[in-house]
């Protein structure tokens, strides 16, 4: 199969599927890509998490804080429209066993790998509080990821309503992959840790679901309502490597969707391993 026969091969998997959806797919070994829908906008969901988590090495790599220094977790955050004060459910969150720690310590690493394998808002918003969405925004523009945008906080209701989203492209989540993967997001040390804690990701119905099991896959998924995504590191246990982002949004059926981006993940995993034996 060549990288055409891939595309039409991709295109056919998702044809069936109600929606609009985007790839990106990086060969770290080779540079060749296959991207369908790139530059789309996308409501970023939870994949603003890898990034936040990048800006927490960086910040400690400073001397900012220490990843083991223990803050309070707190259920109270500030909405960026008006800094009126707002709460998180737990209901709404998939991490619901941190709110039963609420007014205990927790360290800053904790609290980041709650946010990245159990996608906890609560930590999210907490690390957020710590570091600086701006911080973040300014990290992702020395790299020169743009279309990645990270304004706030989950569940901040007020500025959801007036459009101020967490936002991304498929390009974007790529490249910042690619960042981590080539140990330019941060230390060698800091990266290979951050690849550490994607790897442990509990949320895996999309670019795992398919794949042997010898493969690991450092990710961040993201979800809403009609919006499933999923980004991160495939790395074969021959140490070949590749990116791929798979976005969607507008689902009217999200469980078809997901069984049909996973065979995605599938194709181009078949197709990554066939051109890598070669």
């Given at each position: 199969?060549?990288?055409?026969?891939?595309?039409?091969?991709?295109?056919?998997?998702?044809?069936?599927?109600?929606?609009?959806?985007?790839?990106?797919?990086?060969?770290?070994?080779?540079?060749?890509?296959?991207?369908?829908?790139?530059?789309?906008?996308?409501?970023?969901?939870?994949?603003?998490?890898?990034?936040?988590?990048?800006?927490?090495?960086?910040?400690?790599?400073?001397?900012?804080?220490?990843?083991?220094?223990?803050?309070?977790?707190?259920?109270?955050?500030?909405?960026?429209?008006?800094?009126?004060?707002?709460?998180?459910?737990?209901?709404?969150?998939s991490d619901t066993a941190i709110?039963?720690?609420?007014?205990?310590?927790?360290?800053?690493?904790?609290?980041?790998?709650?946010?990245?394998?159990?996608?906890?808002?609560?930590?999210?918003?907490?690390?957020?509080?710590?570091?600086?969405?701006?911080?973040?925004?300014?990290?992702l523009e020395k790299l020169q990821?743009?279309?990645?945008?990270?304004?706030?906080?989950?569940?901040?209701?007020?500025?959801?309503?007036?459009?101020?989203?967490?936002?991304?492209?498929?390009?974007?989540?790529?490249?910042?992959?690619?960042?981590?993967?080539?140990?330019?997001?941060?230390?060698?040390?800091?990266?290979?840790?951050?690849?550490?804690?994607?790897?442990?990701?509990?949320?895996?119905?999309?670019?795992?679901?398919?794949?042997?099991?010898?493969?690991?896959?450092?990710?961040?998924?993201?979800?809403?309502?009609?919006?499933?995504?999923?980004?991160?590191?495939?790395?074969?246990?021959?140490?070949?490597?590749?990116?791929?982002?798979?976005?969607?949004?507008?689902?009217?059926?999200?469980?078809?969707?997901?069984?049909?981006?996973?065979?995605?993940?599938?194709?181009?995993?078949?197709?990554?391993?066939?051109?890598?034996?070669?």
């Amino acid at each position: 199969m060549n990288i055409d026969e891939l595309r039409t091969a991709v295109n056919e998997m998702l044809a069936g599927q109600d929606g609009t959806f985007a790839i990106a797919y990086h060969n770290l070994g080779t540079g060749e890509e296959l991207l369908k829908n790139a530059d789309t906008i996308f409501h970023a969901a939870s994949t603003m998490k890898t990034p936040v988590m990048m800006e927490v090495f960086r910040q400690a790599g400073e001397g900012r804080f220490s990843l083991q220094d223990s803050v309070k977790i707190e259920n109270r955050f500030k909405s960026i429209v008006d800094s009126s004060e707002y709460q998180l459910s737990a209901a709404d969150d998939s991490d619901t066993a941190i709110y039963d720690r609420i007014g205990t310590g927790e360290t800053i690493y904790d609290l980041t790998v709650d946010m990245i394998i159990k996608s906890s808002n609560l930590a999210t918003n907490m690390i957020i509080q710590l570091i600086g969405a701006k911080n973040v925004m300014q990290h992702l523009e020395k790299l020169q990821i743009e279309n990645l945008h990270v304004l706030r906080g989950v569940e901040d209701q007020k500025a959801y309503d007036l459009g101020m989203n967490n936002t991304t492209s498929a390009r974007a989540l790529m490249k910042l992959f690619i960042a981590i993967a080539s140990n330019k997001a941060g230390t060698p040390e800091d990266c290979a840790e951050m690849i550490k804690i994607l790897k442990m990701q509990e949320h895996n119905r999309v670019i795992p679901a398919l794949l042997p099991k010898t493969v690991s896959v450092a990710h961040k998924t993201g979800n809403i309502t009609g919006v499933e995504h999923d980004s991160g590191i495939i790395m074969l246990p021959d140490g070949k490597k590749y990116v791929l982002v798979i976005l969607s949004k507008n689902l009217k059926n999200e469980d078809s969707a997901i069984n049909s981006m996973a065979q995605v993940s599938k194709l181009i995993y078949d197709y990554f391993v066939g051109q890598t034996a070669k």
